[in-house]
Nanobody
Framework: QVQLVESGGGLVQDGGSLRLSCAAS????????MGWFRQAPGEEREFVAA????????YSSDSVKGRFTISRDNAKNTVYLQMNGLKPEDTAVYYC?????????????????WGQGTQVTVSS
């Protein structure tokens, strides 16, 4: 089992920045691909970004590319999502997820473990 706890969400103005953190406990963190997803009210959960075990490869959706950066610190069992240039359409609950499977990291069904989510609200 892996337990994931997100933090760092909040209210920010259009154009502002936030850094989300996801602390993992349980099994060996470095064995897992980590991802961030988000879900706005009335919308399906969507992929935001993912990072491989070593951190050498990252993936991000077109909607956040160039604005959001995913990173990880395996010594701290933590994955981060640095969000710059936030827009009102980024408003959502952001979820951290972990998987040991080597499938399409953009698909939510690839992930075995999920955090409880943290709210990000961007005001215009």
């Amino acid at each position: 089992q892996v337990q994931l706890v997100e933090s760092g969400g909040g209210l920010v103005q259009d154009g502002g920045s936030l850094r989300l953190s996801c602390a993992a406990s349980g099994r060996t963190f470095s064995n897992y691909i980590m991802g961030w997803f988000r879900q706005a009210p009335g919308e399906e959960r969507e992929f935001v970004a993912a990072i491989t075990w070593s951190g050498r490869s990252t993936y991000s959706s077109d909607s956040v590319k160039g604005r959001f950066t995913i990173s990880r610190d395996n010594a701290k069992n933590t994955v981060y999502l640095q969000m710059n240039g936030l827009k009102p359409e980024d408003t959502a609950v952001y979820y951290c997820a972990a998987t040991s499977a080597n499938y399409d990291v953009r698909l939510s069904r690839t992930y075995n473990y999920w955090g409880q989510g943290t709210q990000v609200t961007v005001s215009s």
